[in-house]
C-alpha cells in the first residue's frame, strides 16, 4: 500500500503568521526541499525550502530566470489577481529585466547609492530619529511599529534621493498606504510615481548631490521611465524590510536576555541581534520569483518549462542541513539569503544603505529611551498576515517620559 502524496500548501493562512519555522519545518519533512504549493485562486507554484536548492536556483538565472512572460499560468490570471502588484507581466523595473541590460541597470543603481556619503547618510537617519521620538519621548507608551519604525525608513531614503524634507511625511503616507493595501493603496502609488517623476524633472533642470541626479547623469543611455521605476522600486524595497528589521530587532532585545546589555547602553548587542534576525526572524520571508525557461529538476522534484519557483528565504536560513547546531548565528556570519543572492540580489549598497538606517534608529531609540520595555506579556504581540514580508503589527512599549531634543542633538 502507497502512502498518498502530501497535497500542496496555500501560501497564505494564519500558520504563516503565528509560526513560520514550524511550518517550513513540516513542509520540509512532507515535500523534500522544494514543496508545492498554491497561490490565491489556486495557482500552482514552487516553494524552495533548501539552502543549496536555492543557492542552485539564484546562481542560475539562464534556467531560473527573472522574467515574468515565461510564466505558464498567466491564461488563468484575472486581471484583479490580488498578487498581481507582486508577480507583474511586463513591468519596467530592474524587477523583471534579465541578462545584459539587467546588469547594466544594476550597475547604474550601485554608482549612484555608492556615491552616498556614509557620514551624511548617519546623520539624515540620527535627524528623522530624533525628530519622531521627540513626538514620543513625553507620552511614556507608544506603538514602535505603528509610530517610529514604519515612518523612519523613507524619510532618509527620500532625503539621499533628492526630496526635499517637507516631502518626506507625504511619501511615508503614500508608501504605508500603499504596501497596507487598503483603500488608499491606489492614491498612494499614485503619489509616489507623480512625486518621483517631478523630482526627476526637478533634478534634470538643477541636479544636486543625491542619487536621482547621479541616476540621470549615466551615460548608459537609460529613460526617465526606467529611471523612475527603478527608483521606486529601491524605495519600496528599502522601505518596509528595514522598517521590519528595526522592529524585529527590538522585539528581540526585549524579550530575550542575551541581549539586555544593550538596554544598558552597550552597542555590541545591537548589531548581534540585528544579524540574528536576518537569520531567525528575517523580514522578507518568500519572494517571486523564478520562471524555469526549461523542464529541469530541482530537489528531486520535476519542475515544468514556465513553472513559477517562489525563493524561501525564511526556510532556507533555517535548514537542517546548513544548520547542523540548530543554534543562533550571531558574531557576524551573514550567510544568510535574507538579500537574495546571484544577480538579482539586494546591491550591496543598499544592503549597507538599510543597515545604516536600521541601526542608527534601534541606536538613537535607545540612547533616547534607556528604560523602555514591553507593555504587555511578549506572547501577546502579533504579525502582520503576510507570507512575503514577516513583521509585528505593533510593539507596545513603556518607558520614562522625557523631554524632546528639538534641534539640540
Not at 532625503?159 to 503616507?173: C, E, K, M, N, R
Not at 523580514?283 to 530537489?299: E, F, K, M, S
Request: aromatic residues 6%.
Amino acid at each position: 500500500m502507497t502512502t498518498p502524496e502530501p497535497q500542496p500548501v496555500y501560501l497564505g493562512g494564519p500558520r504563516f503568521q503565528s509560526d513560520p519555522a514550524e511550518l517550513y519545518r513540516e513542509m520540509r519533512r512532507d515535500h523534500g526541499a522544494v514543496a508545492p504549493v498554491v497561490l490565491d485562486g489556486d495557482v500552482p507554484a514552487w516553494l524552495v525550502l533548501g539552502y543549496r536548492e536555492l543557492h542552485q536556483v539564484t546562481s542560475d538565472p539562464q534556467l531560473f530566470s527573472r522574467d515574468s512572460d515565461l510564466w505558464n499560468q498567466w491564461d488563468r490570471i484575472p486581471a484583479d489577481w490580488p498578487l498581481l502588484p507582486m508577480i507583474g507581466r511586463k513591468q519596467p523595473s530592474i524587477l523583471y529585466t534579465v541578462g545584459e541590460r539587467h546588469r547594466e541597470r544594476a550597475a547604474v543603481i550601485c554608482d549612484a547609492l555608492e556615491s552616498v556619503d556614509p557620514f551624511e547618510l548617519k546623520g539624515h537617519a540620527e535627524r528623522f530619529a530624533d525628530e519622531l521620538i521627540d513626538r514620543l519621548c513625553g507620552k511614556g507608551e507608544c506603538d514602535i511599529v505603528g509610530e517610529y519604525a514604519t515612518l523612519l525608513p523613507l524619510r532618509v531614503l527620500a532625503s539621499i534621493y533628492g526630496f526635499s524634507d517637507a516631502q518626506g511625511p507625504g511619501l511615508v503616507t503614500a508608501m504605508n498606504d500603499m504596501i497596507n493595501g487598503r483603500e488608499g493603496a491606489l492614491d498612494g502609488q499614485r503619489h509616489l510615481a507623480e512625486s518621483m517623476y517631478a523630482l526627476l524633472a526637478a533634478k534634470a533642470a538643477a541636479p544636486g548631490p543625491d542619487v536621482a541626479s547621479r541616476m540621470l547623469a549615466n551615460t548608459a543611455g537609460f529613460t526617465v521611465d526606467e529611471i523612475a521605476q527603478d527608483l521606486m522600486v529601491m524605495m519600496a524595497a528599502g522601505h518596509q524590510p528595514t522598517a521590519d528589521w528595526i522592529g524585529n530587532s527590538l522585539r528581540l532585545m526585549l524579550t530575550d536576555d542575551r541581549f539586555a546589555a544593550s538596554l544598558a547602553g552597550g552597542r555590541h548587542s545591537v548589531g548581534e541581534a540585528m544579524n540574528e534576525v536576518l537569520w531567525e526572524d528575517t523580514p522578507t520571508q518568500n519572494v517571486a520569483g523564478r520562471w524555469t525557461t526549461r523542464d529541469t529538476h530541482l530537489g528531486g522534484r520535476r519542475i515544468g518549462r514556465g513553472d513559477l519557483v517562489l525563493l524561501g528565504l525564511a526556510a532556507a536560513n533555517g535548514d537542517p542541513h546548513v544548520r547542523t547546531d540548530a543554534g543562533a548565528l550571531t558574531g557576524g556570519n551573514n550567510a544568510f539569503f535574507s538579500f537574495g543572492h546571484g544577480e538579482h540580489r539586494c546591491p550591496f549598497p543598499a544592503q549597507e544603505v538599510a543597515e545604516v538606517i536600521a541601526r542608527t534608529g534601534i541606536e538613537v531609540l535607545l540612547d533616547r529611551l534607556p528604560d523602555v520595555d514591553l507593555a504587555g506579556p511578549a506572547d501577546a504581540l502579533t504579525r502582520r498576515p503576510s507570507p512575503w514580508l514577516r513583521g509585528l503589527s505593533a510593539l507596545p512599549v513603556t518607558y520614562t517620559p522625557t523631554p524632546a531634543l528639538g534641534a539640540t542633538r
